[in-house]
């Protein structure tokens, strides 16, 4: 479904990404790992079109994304839960929601308004809450809960657990287990290795900027000593 192939990214000349490569199949869960500044939010950002792609290529269901707008590439079916969750904070929960409303794909059970607050009751409790007065837990909640109502075949979650306190991050790893079992595609940035291992289906150490280390989850636990050196746990 998504394949990344040897890329290579540039903020103005200043280097980030060398040789950045990874494969998703459909209904799989892919991770990024790695310690602060080695990468992973500019791989998401060249992914999303954001910043040029320098050298390498970057497939999505057959397509080359790396010669299309970052909005064309958000409708070809890639939502984004991005670091620090990007919500609107002068809209209300359910604007939050329904503005990002679409259903492209005409996928047969789409995510709806309901949908969303059946997976997320706190929402509907908060509904008519501005963004800007959810804890933290809600605000990320709400962010994913508005990726998921573009109907992604694709969900990117980029440190979706950070800052929140413990409870709310098993909720949010029970949310992303859920939505696994209904076959939805991810690939997620965290540096919790061990709610990772039990999720995805196979892993990618990032530093400065290149893939150093890939595996699947048995790997990753067998592997762990080396694993935690890489993110500096
Ligand atoms: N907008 C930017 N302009 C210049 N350099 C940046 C910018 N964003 C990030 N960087 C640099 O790129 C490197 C990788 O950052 P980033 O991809 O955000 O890391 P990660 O998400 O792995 O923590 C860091 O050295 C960071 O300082
Ligand atoms: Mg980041």
Redesign the pocket.
């Known amino acids: 479904m998504l394949q990344i192939k040897n890329i290579a990214a540039s903020?103005?000349t200043?280097q980030?990404?060398w040789d950045i490569s990874l494969v998703i199949e459909p209904g799989q869960v892919v991770t990024?790992i790695?310690?602060?500044?080695?990468?992973?939010?500019?791989?998401?950002?060249t992914l999303m079109g954001q910043l040029p792609v320098k050298g390498g290529s970057i497939s999505f269901d057959g397509r080359d994304l790396s010669l299309m707008a970052d909005f064309r590439i958000a409708q070809a079916g890639i939502g984004l839960v991005p670091?620090g969750r990007g919500i609107f904070p002068n809209l209300t929960v359910k604007e939050n929601l329904i503005c990002a409303a679409a259903n492209r794909r005409q996928v047969s059970n789409p995510w709806v308004l309901d949908r969303v607050y059946e997976k997320f009751p706190r929402l509907k409790e908060r509904e008519t809450n501005l963004g800007s007065n959810l804890s933290g837990g809600e605000q990320q909640m709400l962010s994913i809960g508005r990726a998921l109502m573009t109907n992604p075949r694709l969900l990117i979650l980029?440190?979706a657990t950070e800052g929140l306190a413990p409870l709310v991050r098993k909720e949010i790893w029970q949310c992303l287990g859920m939505l696994k079992g209904e076959g939805q595609s991810m690939l997620v940035?965290d540096k919790n290795l061990a709610p990772l291992s039990k999720l995805a289906d196979r892993h990618y150490v990032?530093e400065k900027?290149r893939v150093v280390w890939t595996g699947d989850s048995a790997a990753l636990v067998a592997d762990g000593d080396r694993v935690r050196q890489y993110v500096g746990l």
Do not use: A, F, Q, W
């Open positions: 903020y103005g200043s980030v990404l990024l790695g310690r602060n500044g080695m990468g992973k939010s500019t791989t998401i950002k670091e980029d440190e940035i990032i900027g």
